[in-house]
């Protein structure tokens, strides 16, 4: 089994920053790629941004210039630096890890979701 602890979400105004920052630990041989994904009320939910074991990102467009993702290797952490955080960025964050086992299995794992609040 695989863990994933987050933290770091928060209400702030419009303009602010905040990081996040998701840590995996457990049945891990390798991490391949860690990401974070946003679901918002009402709403499916929506890719923010990847990274993989090689540091290659990607991005919504609609955070890019703002968010950045980076990550811990020794660490098996992941972060999301926000900053010029806008109203419609409010969601539930998850994390998602993408792991290669000892057993050389390939599995997906989700955080439990940090709420994050932009208010206007």
């Known amino acids: 089994q695989v863990q994933l602890v987050e933290s770091g979400g928060g209400l702030v105004q419009a303009g602010g920053s905040l990081r996040l920052s998701c840590a995996a630990s457990?049945?891990?041989?390798?991490?391949?790629?860690m990401g974070w994904y946003r679901q918002a009320p009402g709403d499916q939910r929506e890719l923010v941004a990847t990274i993989t074991s090689d540091g290659s990102t990607n991005y919504a467009d609609s955070v890019k210039g703002r968010f950045t993702i980076s990550r811990d290797s020794a660490k098996n952490t992941v972060y999301l630096q926000m900053n010029s955080l806008k109203p419609e960025d409010t969601a539930v964050y998850y994390c998602k890890v993408i792991v290669t086992t000892y057993l050389r299995a390939t599995l997906r794992y989700w955080g439990q979701g940090t709420q994050v609040t932009v208010s206007s």
């Open positions: 457990g049945n891990i041989f390798s991490i391949n790629a």
